[in-house]
């Protein structure tokens, strides 16, 4: 299994990214998935997930409002679109599967995996 994340880089406060994480080895149209974030020095931080079928999805408050999350089960891909960037969002960004704890339902199978991060800079 493999997350491949993409769409990373140097934005100006108040810019948009949009990050891409396409899946492969999995049936990913079965799996929750979402982002999680690393900021320097600190601990992991949940950011978004998404329900299979998009019938749900998951903000972290400090995103709420700024943040979109998609995806396309027919291209095994999540996608994270970013508006409104702040400093407070510089972070590596994680794509992965292990979010059933903010979803509140299991993945088919109890492995999780995860990307292998993409940074995202916000900065003047």
């Known amino acids: 299994v493999q997350l491949q994340a993409s769409g990373g880089g140097l934005v100006q406060p108040g810019g948009s990214l949009k990050l891409s994480c396409r899946a492969s080895?999995?049936?990913?149209?079965?799996?929750?998935i979402g982002w999680l974030r690393q900021a320097p020095g600190k601990g992991l931080e949940f950011v978004s997930a998404?329900?299979?079928?998009?019938?749900?999805?998951y903000f972290s408050p400090a995103v709420k409002g700024r943040f979109t999350i998609s995806r396309d089960n027919a291209e095994s891909t999540v996608y994270l679109q970013m508006n409104s960037l702040k400093p407070e969002d510089t972070a590596v960004y994680y794509c992965?599967?292990?979010?059933?704890?903010?979803?509140?339902?299991?993945?088919?199978?109890?492995?999780?995996?995860w990307g292998q991060g993409t940074q995202v800079t916000v900065s003047s």
């Open positions: 080895g999995l049936r990913f149209s079965d799996y929750n």
């Open positions: 998404i329900r299979p079928k998009s019938e749900m999805t």
């Open positions: 992965t599967t292990d979010v059933s704890t903010y979803v509140g339902v299991f993945n088919p199978e109890p492995d999780d995996y």
